[in-house]
């Protein structure tokens, strides 16, 4: 063991047991590491595999990132990327956060993304300052969530992690952000309005037209955006949505089919039924016998 490691008091907070989030662009929280200097420390020269954000505290922070020297006061952050080589050199009174991170793909497991950063942006481009009152108290919520952690904190922390990573993201100046980091956001971000309007009116009808004003564009818009991302027109995604729900609720629900269409907005059993076999393959009375008959 480094005799030197006596002049530092980490504290290593972990991810929580549990299942990963949702969501194309995806970050989840795996670490965060708060570190207390007591006395000169150097962590030497290592390549991160994963992103790291250091935010400082109090003291003066003194790092090495790709050979470039940075020094950080408090309310500054660092974003330490993959595949940047980083040593860290600390001397009291310093104290920092370590928040780490990965991306994950629709619930399938880490993947590579494109950088946050665009190609050729130089290590001083990564800092930046920060308003302490906005990412400090999300910091101390995700380090809550693991004394002790129960069956929800790992969602939790996610969900932290997501905000924390969304205000990161607006503090940075455009033009070091990553094309298509920017693209895929924005592809992301569609769905998602698209799903929470799909959610909201679930139980009637709606029309395309209608769709568009809420969402604040043309219908031409609207159609083009839905073919290109979804490929399908927009009234089949809402419908398509429907019946999702729709196995959701004959599954988990003790309510009648007929119930089930009225819920959705079809006030016609049969059209409802008829819907359901078309899009999934089965009525939705089979449907039901066999997920029960699968669950015992």
């Known amino acids: 063991m480094d005799a030197n490691r006596a002049n530092l008091r980490v504290q290593n907070v972990a991810r929580a047991p549990g299942a990963r989030g949702l969501g194309l662009l995806y970050p989840v929280f795996t670490g965060l590491g708060i570190v207390d200097t007591r006395g000169k420390y150097v ?3 290592h390549r991160h595999s994963g992103y790291e954000v250091i ?76 308003d302490r009152r906005v990412f400090w108290p999300l910091v101390r919520r995700i380090q809550r969530e693991a004394n002790p952690p129960d069956e929800f904190s ?77 490929g399908e027109s927009p009234a089949r995604a809402f419908l398509k949505y429907k019946m999702e729900r729709a196995e959701t609720l004959l599954r988990d629900t003790v309510l009648s089919v007929k119930e089930v269409g009225t819920v959705l907005g079809f006030e016609d059993p049969t059209h409802f039924s008829r819907t359901f076999r078309r899009l999934q393959g089965s009525a939705p009375s089979v449907f039901r016998q066999q997920h029960r008959r699968a669950n015992g």
């Open 154 to 230: 790992a969602h939790v922390q996610d969900a932290l992690l997501l905000e924390f990573f969304w205000h990161l993201v607006r503090g940075l100046p455009r033009a070091v952000l990553c094309t298509q980091f920017r693209d895929l956001s924005f592809q992301q971000a569609f769905p998602q309005q698209l799903r929470r309007l799909f959610r909201a009116h679930a139980g009637r009808q709606m029309s395309v037209a209608e769709m568009a004003v809420r969402l604040g564009m043309s219908e031409s818009s609207l159609a083009h955006r839905c073919t290109s991302m979804l």
């Open 55 to 130: 935010l400082v505290d109090r003291g003066t922070y003194v790092c090495k990132l790709n050979d470039v020297e940075l020094v950080l006061g408090a309310d500054e952050i660092v974003v330490v990327k993959p595949g940047d080589w980083h040593e860290d050199y600390c001397e009291p009174p310093l104290r920092y956060f370590g928040v780490t991170f990965r991306f994950d793909d629709e619930g399938q497991g880490p993947v590579v993304m494109p950088s946050l950063f665009a190609d050729g942006v130089r290590p001083e481009m990564q800092r930046l300052r920060v």
């Open 43 to 45: 962590f030497y020269p």
